[in-house]
């Protein structure tokens, strides 16, 4: 079963607006990272925040969590049609193997 | 592009047969995961290898199984495929040490 939600579950921007996307998830993680993928390929890894960091910036990339709410967002500013993709977080469990627990993902679409 | 690969890129086979699907992982990467993507869904945990051994598996059926090798490349078998077993089998690698994993462009398992 799925661990998050994602929310929305598309949305559809006009190129140079910013995107917002949130996932809310169950139960303790270790850590929380966004993944993009494009037309059914394979996963690329965005930003991972670890459960003890509140924000984090990687270029037009914004991510926050709130362990207490159990929630995480991820801001593209200023979108580009190349980002058009599903955009998926997945959290990392603390027990056993480091397997990702993804949610149904948001998908993104970026009109010129 | 992510250092994984992933063999072949389409299959098509018949329900009830065997599959065998292949994965290279990233140069100095000696985990290797295995998730099952859903048209639509996100991707769900299936198993993992680290140095050779099973190490945690997701909810799935024996049915599915799996290989590490020296070189740390991998293999996934499913046996007595179901219509239901249609999907996108992706295959991640990462550092024992670190949370992200990298994943490959996906084998796209159709079962009619």
């Known amino acids: 079963s799925q661990q998050g939600e994602e929310d929305p579950q598309a949305l559809s921007i006009q190129e140079g607006e910013n995107a917002t996307m949130n996932c809310s998830y169950k139960?303790?993680?270790?850590?929380l990272q966004w993944y993009r993928q494009n037309s059914g390929r394979g996963l690329v890894h965005l930003i991972l925040i670890r459960s003890n960091e509140r924000e984090k910036h990687s270029g037009r990339l914004r991510v926050t969590l709130d362990t207490s709410k159990k929630s995480s967002s991820l801001l593209i500013t200023a979108s580009r049609a190349a980002d058009t993709a599903s955009y998926f977080c997945?959290?990392?469990?603390?027990?056993?193997?480091?397997?990702?627990?993804f949610g149904q993902g948001t998908r993104l679409t970026i009109n010129p | 592009e992510t250092g994984v690969t992933q063999s072949p890129t389409h299959l098509i086979k018949t329900r009830g047969q065997q599959v065998t699907l292949r994965c290279s992982s990233q140069s100095g990467h000696n985990t290797v995961s295995w998730y099952q993507q859903a048209l639509g869904q996100g991707p769900q945990f299936i198993f993992q290898?680290?140095?050779?051994?099973?190490?945690g598996r997701g909810n799935f059926p024996p049915r599915f199984s799996g290989l590490q090798f020296p070189n740390y490349s991998s293999e996934l078998n499913v046996n007595a495929l179901e219509l239901d077993d249609s999907a996108l089998y992706l295959c991640a690698s990462s550092h024992p040490r670190a949370y992200e994993q990298y994943f490959g462009p996906g084998t796209r398992l159709t079962v009619t």
């Open positions: 290898y680290y140095r050779e051994e099973e190490n």
């Open positions: 997945a959290t990392g469990l603390i027990q056993g193997a480091q397997k990702l627990v």
């Open positions: 139960t303790s993680i270790n850590n």
